[in-house]
């Protein structure tokens, strides 16, 4: 079954400490792997993508095939990175095409 | 550009009854996504049309459809109503691209339509 799991619900980090979200999947094939942010009070929005190897506001993503992994990490939090993240996968199976969002998990960024 | 629109915002309806919601996308994006998020839950994938035609699904059950018109705007319709419908509804569109990087389908999200069942 394709899958995407967050495991933490919640992860609390002072400013300044390194940030490390956990994504795993389970998908039959070559899924794109996203990360999803949502800010208080506005839209869910893309933060980054696997095939485009990029920084995006400090957060990198590498996806390891081997261990099914896309962790999300910045070494230094900022309290601006309090939201709430999403890792997501798109890709066809049985046929047909889905995209498959985790349960999120809200970062918190402590003074 | 004013990104994705989801027409209503709220909407209350009883058990048994029936629904439309509606999303239109942003110019140019050919594909719109609709998605059902429960309170504490991440976005569960409803539908995916490109072009007019049904590209995705996902394991929802036959009350739900939708359709494209040929502008692109799509409306998301849910039969028989049951209060576990309760969720916020997502629509999303998209332009899947080739760029540089390889084919990508970034999600653009709307606001949401809040449909509470009593």
């Known amino acids: 079954a394709q899958r995407v799991t967050q495991p933490e619900k919640l992860l609390s980090v002072f400013k300044g400490a390194p940030v490390e979200l956990k994504c795993n999947y389970s998908y039959s094939g070559s899924p794109e792997l996203f990360w999803y942010v949502q800010y208080s009070r506005q839209r869910l929005q893309l933060l980054l993508r696997h095939i485009s190897r990029e920084s995006i506001k400090g957060f990198t993503a590498d996806l390891n095939k081997g261990e099914t992994s896309f962790h999300l990490k910045k070494p230094f939090a900022q309290e601006e990175d309090s939201a709430m993240y999403y890792c997501?996968?798109?890709?066809?199976?049985?046929?047909?095409?889905?995209?498959?969002f985790g349960t999120g998990t809200r970062l918190k960024v402590l003074a | 550009d004013a990104g994705v629109t989801q027409s209503p915002t709220h909407l209350i309806k009883t058990r048994g009854q029936h629904v439309t919601l509606r999303c239109s996308p942003i110019?140019?994006?050919?594909?719109v996504s609709w998605y059902q998020q429960v309170l504490g839950q991440g976005p569960q994938f409803i539908f995916q049309y490109y072009e007019k035609e049904e590209r995705g699904r996902g394991n929802f059950p036959d009350r739900f459809s939708a359709r494209q018109f040929p502008n692109y705007s799509s409306e998301l319709n849910v039969n028989a109503l049951l209060l576990g419908d309760s969720a916020l509804y997502l629509c999303?569109?998209?332009?899947?691209?080739?760029?540089?990087?390889?084919?990508?389908?970034?999600?653009?999200f709307g606001p949401g339509t809040r449909l509470t069942v009593l």
């Open positions: 999303a569109s998209s332009f899947p691209q080739l760029d540089s990087a390889g084919t990508t389908d970034t999600q653009y």
């Open positions: 110019s140019g994006h050919k594909s």
């Open positions: 997501a996968l798109s890709g066809r199976a049985s046929g047909t095409y889905k995209y498959i």
